[in-house]
């Protein structure tokens, strides 16, 4: 069985997406894509040289009898209405973050999955599929350092674009850590405080960097996150989880190292493309291989996307009032229970 996609928004990460299942993984094919620039759409066909129709909009696409699952690319305030469409022709979903742009818009596609009685989407959490946050999920899983008690985190950019603004800190760049930390712990948040050291010389006049991010977990836990999006010098993630016996270091990216001119070091990335690459592989092939499998993909789910934008709406008001900020979450509804149980 081939799972054929639709792809819906061809920039760079829908183009990258492309070439991943035409080169890189197994039991995929693109058959359909669509964005609002045609031209761009049509552009990406020729230059990736796969044969896949264009259409003219989302709608038409996911009503083609030969889309199997639906890539959801495009800007983020598109994706809640090409997800529920797609919910809507039983289509399976790839959505890319966000699932949705607000809380309430998440809620919406829990609850249109919910009434499909399948579990149909997937959402492009990738830092699950990174090999040392597997390997830091399976050390707390076995126990290996005791209940884990606190967690340090960073994530540093060198540059960000002119159109970065303060609170996409949070949407864009915080969102990673806000799924891969809930998925580590298997711990809800309780509540957020953001805080603003001293400004680098090096942010836009517009632009509040960097930030420190403290998120607190029903359980006690108390996670602090760097978030330093002109740090210059490179793209670094770092996560370090202290338990009662022990502690846990993401492990540096593997890179050669070198003796030169009296000094000893490594390269460091610089484009967090790079830094995900196999994530990114392992991520699509998992979905597709669980939906032959099981019928069903098995990755972050649709109530993990809700999760992530209620935290992350938390994050934003803390932001603005500076004082500690709710997270409020409703019950985890059966149907999620009962796939997580299911789920790798």
Wanted: net charge negative; hydrophobic share 40%.
């Amino acid at each position: 069985m081939t799972l054929k996609f639709g792809v819906v928004g061809t920039g760079t990460l829908g183009r990258e997406h492309i070439q991943r299942i035409t080169n890189a993984i197994s039991g995929g094919e693109i058959v359909a894509v669509t964005d609002i620039n045609q031209e761009a759409a049509k552009k990406a066909v020729d230059q990736l040289g796969i044969e896949a129709k264009v259409y003219e909009n989302d709608l038409s696409l996911i009503q083609d009898e030969h889309v199997d699952a639906v890539m959801v690319t495009s800007w983020g305030p598109a994706h809640k209405p090409t997800v529920l469409a797609a919910i809507e022709a039983g289509k399976y979903v790839f959505c890319e973050k966000p699932l949705a742009t607000t809380a309430d818009g998440c809620t919406s596609i829990v609850e249109a999955e919910i009434r499909s009685e399948r579990r149909l989407v997937q959402v492009g959490f990738m830092r699950r599929y990174d090999s040392g946050y597997v390997q830091m999920k399976e050390a707390i899983e076995s126990n290996d350092i005791g209940r884990p008690l606190m967690i340090h985190c960073a994530h540093r950019n060198p540059v960000v674009s002119e159109t970065y603004t303060t609170d996409m800190a949070i949407t864009d760049t915080l969102i990673h850590e806000i799924d891969v930390l809930h998925w580590l712990i298997r711990d809800d948040y309780q509540s957020v405080r953001v805080a603003f050291p001293k400004k680098t010389t090096h942010a836009l006049k517009h632009l509040r960097d960097p930030q420190l991010v403290t998120l607190e977990t029903k359980g006690g836990i108390v996670i602090d996150v760097e978030i330093f999006v002109n740090c210059q010098y490179g793209y670094d993630i770092q996560c370090e989880v202290i338990g009662e016996e022990g502690i846990i270091r993401l492990p540096e990216v593997s890179s050669i190292v070198m003796r030169k001119e009296a000094r000893l070091g490594t390269n460091i990335l610089t484009d967090w493309k790079d830094r995900f690459l196999d994530a990114y592989n392992q991520e699509l092939q998992d979905f597709v291989d669980s939906i032959k499998e099981t019928g069903e993909p098995r990755g972050p789910s649709a109530w993990d996307g809700y999760i992530a934008a209620v935290t992350a709406d938390a994050c934003v008001r803390a932001q603005k009032s500076g004082e500690k900020e709710a997270v409020i979450l409703k019950e985890k509804p059966d149907f999620y229970r009962k796939k997580a149980r299911k789920a790798v």
